[in-house]
């Protein structure tokens, strides 16, 4: 059975703390190695992530649909092969989900909009095809920001997910039930996407992994778009070598992908362990940090200290166009991109968006094409600016976000982001990677005094996804969480 959600929470409280005999404390190595052992099967596992979906999500709203009956079938299919020895790798038998912007074939594909309600595909994603190639057990799609377009996933039509960390505090956007699916133990990794902060955002908030690759590395056929020369697939894992395991099966050319690109390094690797981190440089943007939140500040401080604990070096670096230019070079590509794919819609259908988005399309719509040109040009220059600044450098780091997650509100933005300020600040940064391409990751480094996740972003030279995750491993190892989000039964 394919099931959406409704309006109340199924059961009326969390079960036991050994409820899901730890399995959903596992990281998906940790579970992988006992599948291919066969010390676990891939039917029970399913089951307890189920049970846990069902048992918490009602309150969570991570997932617009879970695709239960579908899951418990890939999971016997999984049990099978491995019985007959016919081991796929660490992904066979996984429970993992997607973003539901993720076309999946004859499961609705909502992407949080009231528009496509009733859209039932007829394919799969290049990346869920990919995944299940792998052995993948896909149980659900994930809540998100109405068609990506928007920092709060905060959604009228399809419900709003809440953070498993403090359920009245959002998950971020656009990609927030995906990174709080992960966070709660629903699945052991899921999709995302990312135009301008959509995968690092809502993990920074919820205290996971999140990367976005290279733009071109992975395939975006099949995922709805939002601006075509911004988009990334992206994903959530609860480790580095989790997120690196499930990056490594997306990975290739597609032709079917206009933005496909041909790695010169085909293959995503182990990511570089902390002992090789020696004689690595990290570069701070300093002038950018204003406005932190001062736990931030401190965690993000104790992080670094971590990195040059392992061996690095870490230098302050200046970023004066980026600083000043990103956030609108990025704002005016990414609405006048959208504007171009909603155009339609928006001359047909403009009562069917919610307000926030339906704002936002229009303020696209009525952007030059001058504007647009311009701001091509700016997002060169910017470019150019950063791949200078990490030439002599391996990755540049900074707070993943400005503060931790605030409380749930409607609308796109997140307090303090400004998309047509041009006043330097920490949001540019959350943008800068996204507009140039480059792979960048948000990882964990701890708790606030309320239990709030505080994270850091890495980004690193195209192609060099192995080590923005070894950077990020050094971080958490440093600064670990110590403990599981309170707004579900501990882990």
Known sequence: MTSAHSGAARLPGPPSDQSDGGLCALSLMELAERLRRRDVSPVEVARTALDRIAAHDGRLRTFITVTADQALAEAQGAEREIGAGRYRGPLHGVPLAAKDLFATRGVPTTCGAAILRHWVPEEDAAAIARWRRAGAVVVGKNTLHEFAFGGTSVNAHTGTPRNPWRADRICGGSSGGSAAAVAAGFAYGALGSETGNSVRRPASFCGVVGIKPTFGRVSRRGVFPLAWSLDHVGLFARTAT????????????DPADPGSRRSPTPGVGPFTPVEDLRRRRAGVPRALLRG???????????????????G?????????LAGRWTALASSVTMHAEAAAAHDRWLSQRPQDYGPDVLARLLAGRALWAAD??????IRGAITAELLDTLGPL????APGTPAPAPPLQPGAYVPGDLPWGTEPGPFHLQRLFSLTGVPAV???????????????QIGGRPWEEALVLGVA?????AVPLQRRPPAIAPL
């Open 242 to 253: 989790d997120a690196a395991t499930l990056l490594a099966p997306l990975d290739g050319y």
């Open 292 to 310: 932190l939140d001062p736990e931030v500040a401190d965690a993000f401080e104790r992080a670094l200290a971590g990195l040059r604990d392992a």
């Open 312 to 320: 690095m070096e870490v230098r302050d670096v200046d970023l004066p």
């Open 372 to 377: 647009y040109a311009r701001a091509q040009a």
């Open 394 to 397: 391996d990755v540049l780091i």
């Open 442 to 456: 948000a990882a964990p480094c701890g708790l606030n005094a309320e239990g709030l996740p505080l994270a850091v």
């Open 473 to 477: 491993a050094a971080v958490m190892a």
